[in-house]
């Protein structure tokens, strides 16, 4: 069964930082889905970015971006200058790319504070 | 576009009632997901749709819950009865192709069993 690790419990961050939220994951496939969900305050789920591991180009959108290091099973979220509007919770998710596959293994989300 | 519409967002009922939570899946969409989200255990996935018919619900906790799709607008998480350790976020997802695409979420419901 697939894991996924988020280390970081809690971080913060000034207001127009850098931060980089840390993901891994455990799994023998060789295809398969990333993806980052925001959860703010209002609790609404938001796909932020995703990434299919065939493709070698990281992921981008906007101010986030996402570092994919497959062979070492890393996933990691950052966010260029960032703004109050980020804080929220941050969960990074699993998803097998076969037939039939339609799980989402989610990590226990980093919570992410932005400091005026 | 209308996202995954949920309802109500917030439901507080006393222990034994019955508890009917619904969702309406992004237009278009043939797969649809219910969630639960707890401090304990994260989300889980407690059921899921495809064309209408549940192909999993090993994730449903116990009789006590059921789910349905009648048709591909709408579905209901119905819990009966109710119990205070069901107390949490529920969500909706849908997603076009269940190989391929995204899960899309609803703003959730907040449930409150006392």
């Known amino acids: 069964a697939q894991t996924v690790t988020q280390s970081q419990p809690e971080m913060s961050v000034q207001e127009a930082e850098t931060v980089t939220l840390s993901c891994t994951y455990d799994?023998?496939?060789?295809?398969?889905?990333l993806f980052w969900y925001k959860q703010p305050p209002s609790r609404q789920m938001i796909l932020v970015i995703r990434?299919?591991?065939?493709?070698?180009q990281n992921a981008t959108e906007n101010r986030f971006s996402v570092n994919f290091q497959k062979a070492a099973k890393s996933f990691s979220l950052k966010i260029s200058d960032s703004q109050l509007g980020d804080t929220a919770m941050y969960f990074c998710?699993?998803?097998?790319?076969?037939?039939?596959?339609?799980?989402?293994?989610f990590g226990k989300g980093t919570k992410l504070s932005v400091i005026p | 576009d209308a996202g995954v519409i949920q309802s109500p967002r917030h439901e507080v009922t006393e222990m034994g009632q019955e508890v009917t939570l619904r969702c309406k899946p992004i237009s278009g969409h043939n797969s649809l997901f219910w969630y639960r989200q707890t401090m304990m255990r994260g989300l889980e996935l407690l059921i899921y749709f495809n064309n209408n018919v549940p192909i999993d619900d090993s994730g449903m906790p116990e009789d006590r819950f059921s789910a349905k799709m009648p048709n591909a607008s709408f579905s209901t998480l119905k819990i009966q009865p109710s119990e205070p350790r069901d107390s949490a976020v529920y969500f909706c997802?849908?997603?076009?192709?269940?190989?391929?695409?995204?899960?899309?979420f609803g703003p959730g419901t907040r449930l409150t069993v006392l």
């Open positions: 990434q299919e591991a065939y493709k070698q």
């Open positions: 799994t023998s496939e060789s295809n398969y889905y």
């Open positions: 998710a699993f998803r097998s790319s076969g037939a039939g596959s339609y799980q989402l293994t």
């Open positions: 997802a849908s997603s076009f192709e269940r190989d391929t695409d995204t899960q899309y």
